[in-house]
T-cell receptor, first 117, second 115 residues
Framework: GAVVSQHPSRVICKSGTSVKIECRSLDFQATTMFWYRQFPKQSLMLMATSNEGSKATYEQGVEKDKFLINHASLTLSTLTVTSAHPEDSSFYIC?????????????FGPGTRLTVL | AQSVAQPEDQVNVAEGNPLTVKCTYSVSGNPYLFWYVQYPNRGLQFLLKYITGDNLVKGSYGFEAEFNKSQTSFHLKKPSALVSDSALYFCAVRPPGAAGNKLTFGGGTRVLVKP
């Protein structure tokens, strides 16, 4: 149980285009999902907290108009990188919080590698 | 503010030898502590957590960790390392309570187990 999927696993796009990444909790309901960014050989940096049915909460320094987050259902959150540029190339990982689990554990998706040419 | 430190960027160990990955933390109150492992181009896999109770926590794949409140440490250990344990390991902390849902990660420690 507690499986989180991400789609796509890898995407290459041209500079200036927008890319949407999906994060799904497959076997549990997640009122909260988290989006992280990871640069090569670095730790995960929290970008935003996505709450079902409400606006996402962004961490300091993260542009909300560039990284659009939608959490329309209890099993799906999407991250859209708008007008992507090469510096947005990174590994994006989502996690979902399982309300049914004691202490609200987070479960992580497999990640999406974004390359902007 | 909460923080996590993993003082070693890389740990090298021979297969069959004990493995230790260090983690120290700073958080208000009693922390929730986690260890995750990441293989190349993959997401994080949960290894173990400390919430309360016994200071020695046993987790997946033969790993364990000891919570030491006085030293604010939560070192990850495995008695006998395998080549397949080679990966990137992250320690994470979260303050307790509903308001403390955010995980803060350490910088990660790369483990290389040599045959």
């Amino acid at each position: 149980g507690a499986v989180v999927s991400q789609h796509p696993s890898r995407v290459i796009c041209k500079s200036g285009t927008s890319v949407k990444i999906e994060c799904r909790s497959l076997d549990f309901q997640a009122t909260t999902m988290f989006w992280y960014r990871q640069f090569p050989k670095q730790s995960l940096m929290l970008m935003a907290t996505s709450n079902e049915g409400s606006k996402a909460t962004y961490e300091q320094g993260v542009e909300k108009d560039k990284f659009l987050i939608n959490h329309a259902s209890l099993t799906l959150s999407t991250l859209t990188v708008t007008s992507a540029h090469p510096e947005d190339s990174s590994f994006y990982i989502c996690s979902a919080r399982d309300l049914a689990k004691t202490y609200n554990e987070q479960f992580f998706g497999p990640g999406t590698r974004l390359t902007v040419l | 503010a909460q923080s996590v430190a993993q003082p070693e960027d890389q740990v090298n160990v021979a297969e069959g030898n004990p493995l230790t990955v260090k983690c120290t933390y700073s958080v208000s109150g009693n922390p929730y502590l986690f260890w995750y492992v990441q293989y190349p181009n993959r997401g994080l896999q949960f290894l173990l957590k400390y919430i309360t109770g016994d200071n020695l926590v046993k987790g997946s794949y033969g790993f364990e960790a000891e919570f030491n409140k006085s030293q604010t440490s939560f070192h990850l250990k495995k008695p006998s390392a395998l080549v397949s344990d080679s990966a990137l390991y992250f320690c994470a902390v979260r303050p307790p309570g509903a308001a403390g849902n955010k995980l803060t990660f350490g910088g990660g420690t790369r483990v290389l187990v040599k045959p």
